[in-house]
T-cell receptor
Framework: DAGITQSPRHKVTETGTPVTLRCHQT?????MYWYRQDPGHGLRLIHY???????DKGEVSDGYSVSRSKTEDFLLTLESATSSQTSVYFC????????????FGPGTRLLVL | GESVGLHLPTLSVQEGDNSIINCAYS??????FIWYKQESGKGPQFIID?????DKRQGQRVTVLLNKTVKHLSLQIAATQPGDSAVYFC??????????FGPGTRLSVLP
């Protein structure tokens, strides 16, 4: 998985609790992304980062926040988890935006009860 | 098992046959495309890419064809093997913006 790890790999939580997912890369790539994957949908972008402390929203950013304090780590936080946020979350990295290939991590399966 | 892709279209092929997986992309101005393979419980894996100034690109056992006239992308897999069983999806990119991903097709290889 191109030097990308995600933690935890599986998580079960209750509605209303905060949840933080971590993505760690060893490739020193500038761009990092968080996607969610749901049945019947393609991967949908939640947030992305184009450098340390530089982030921007994707198409499904409501209810999520991110932080990037180091090049290698990109955190996704669900401030107050809802059942609609039950999904598989993937982190991706890329040396550049758009015209560069994105490489994906193994994913985190989140179940919100 | 993996819940993603429960309602995906499925292509079933005999082991050893060639597979053709299709993708209709959304934006006629998209200029960069990628095919990914996703096995159950794993993250998407890069297979091959193509830019809009090309019609065809070949890799190891895979070929991607791009038809800009009808906004169509296809992935051909030669001599399909059991290890090719997975969900395949395309991604399109416009002028260096963020990618748009298709929902995918499940390839099932029959013995």
């Amino acid at each position: 998985d191109a030097g990308i790890t995600q933690s935890p790999r599986h998580k079960v939580t209750e509605t209303g609790t905060p949840v933080t997912l971590r993505c760690h890369q060893t490739e020193n790539h500038r761009y990092m992304y968080w996607y969610r994957q749901d049945p019947g949908h393609g991967l949908r972008l939640i947030h992305y980062s184009y450098g340390v402390k530089d982030t921007d929203k994707g198409e499904v950013s409501d209810g999520y926040s991110v932080s990037r304090s180091k090049t290698e780590d990109f955190l996704l936080t669900l401030e107050s988890a809802t059942s609609s946020q039950t999904s598989v979350y993937f982190c991706a990295i890329s040396p550049g935006q758009g015209k560069e290939t994105q490489y994906f991590g193994p994913g985190t399966r989140l179940l919100v009860l | 098992g993996e819940s993603v892709g429960l309602h995906l279209p499925t292509l079933s092929v005999q082991e050893g046959d060639n597979s053709i997986i299709n993708c209709a992309y959304s934006n006629s101005a998209s200029d960069y495309f990628i095919w990914y393979k996703q096995e159950s419980g794993k993250g998407p894996q890069f297979i091959i890419d193509i830019r809009s100034n090309m019609d065809k690109r070949q890799g190891q056992r895979v070929t991607v064809l791009l038809n800009k006239t009808v906004k169509h992308l296809s992935l051909q897999i030669a001599a399909t093997q059991p290890g090719d069983s997975a969900v395949y999806f395309c991604a399109e990119n416009l002028y260096g913006q963020n990618f748009v991903f298709g929902p995918g097709t499940r390839l099932s290889v029959l013995p």
